[in-house]
């Protein structure tokens, strides 16, 4: 088992009076229901930034301009070349 380190967290009695009533329905502790919340939300935040990262890669070559050339507009407008 990975080392563990506590913190102290300040919620709204009502909120910890829901969490606790969450956690005993699922047979686990509050502890165990923020980690799995804090895990999730730190694999979404990655899973993000990894697109984030591709689609501003993508964006700076352009979809379908591997080449790196960009058509000039009578070549976009040229309907000949699609028939």
Not at 10 to 25: G, N, S, V
Not at 46 to 59: D, N, T
């Amino acid at each position: 088992m990975a080392d563990k380190q506590n913190i102290t967290v300040a919620i709204e009695p009502a909120l910890l009076k829901q969490a606790r009533a969450i956690a005993a329905r699922r047979g686990t502790s509050i502890s165990a229901l923020l980690a799995d919340e804090l895990r999730r939300l730190v694999a979404g935040d990655r899973s993000y930034e990894s697109a984030r990262r591709k689609a501003l890669a993508l964006m700076k070559t352009g979809i379908g301009m591997a080449s790196g050339r960009m058509e000039s507009r009578d070549e976009i407008h040229d309907r000949n070349r699609f028939r």
